[in-house]
Each structure stands twice: as structure tokens, then as C-alpha cells.
Nanobody, 124 residues
Framework: QVQLVESGGGLVQAGGSLRLSCAASARTFAKPNMGWFRQAPGKEREFVAAISWSGGRTKYANSVDERFTISGDNAKNTVYLQMNSLKPEDTAVYYC?????????????????WGQGTQVTVSS
């Protein structure tokens, strides 16, 4: 069982930055990849970014590419999402998730474990 705990959300003005953290209770090779998703009120959960623990491969949604950066600290079993140049449309609950799929999937159903989510609100 992998437990994921997100932190770092909050309220920020447009153009500002936040860094989200996702601490995993155990890193296993059975769940080698981590992803961030977000869900705004009334909308479906959408892919944001993903990273592989081993080789540092990353993938981003077009809407956040060049503004967000996903990274991992293997020693701390923690994945980060650095969010810069935030926009009001980035407002959502952000979730981290773990998957055994090496292809860095962008579909939420491909992820096996989820955190409880952290709220990010960007004011205009």
C-alpha cells in the first residue's frame, strides 16, 4: 500500500508561484511513476504532469508546459510541482498519484493510488 500526502496549496495572486509537495509512504518499483492531476469545480479531473522515479522522464499538459516543473527527491520519497506564472484558470484541487505504468499515462484511471488533494486558488 502506498500512501500519498500532498501539501503546499494555498491562495496566490495571478502571476505568483507555489510549490506543491507529495510525500509517499513507500517507494516501490511496483509504482515507479508519479503524476499530478487537478480538478476544478464542475470539471473533470485533468492531467497536469508526470515523472518517472528512475530516469527522470517527465511529461506535461500543454496548458502548463513551461510554467510548471515536476521533480522528485528519491531520498525523501517526495515529488514536487513547482508552479510559476499562475493564472486564475489554474485554480483547482491538485492531486498526486502513483502508477506502475512506465508510459507516464495522462489518464487518471491508469493511476492506482491517490492523495487527498490540496487546494490551489489563484486570484485575478
Amino acid at each position: 500500500q502506498v500512501q500519498l500526502v500532498e501539501s503546499g496549496g494555498g491562495l496566490v495572486q495571478a502571476g505568483g508561484s507555489l510549490r506543491l509537495s507529495c510525500a509517499a509512504s513507500a517507494r516501490t518499483f511496483a509504482k515507479p511513476n508519479m503524476g499530478w492531476f487537478r480538478q476544478a469545480p464542475g470539471k473533470e479531473r485533468e492531467f497536469v504532469a508526470a515523472i518517472s522515479w528512475s530516469g527522470g522522464r517527465t511529461k506535461y499538459a500543454n496548458s502548463v508546459d513551461e510554467r510548471f516543473t515536476i521533480s522528485g527527491d528519491n531520498a525523501k520519497n517526495t515529488v514536487y510541482l513547482q508552479m510559476n506564472s499562475l493564472k486564475p484558470e489554474d485554480t483547482a484541487v491538485y492531486y498526486c498519484a502513483a502508477t506502475s505504468d512506465w508510459g507516464l499515462p495522462i489518464i487518471s484511471s491508469e493511476y492506482d493510488y491517490w492523495g487527498q488533494g490540496t487546494q490551489v486558488t489563484v486570484s485575478s
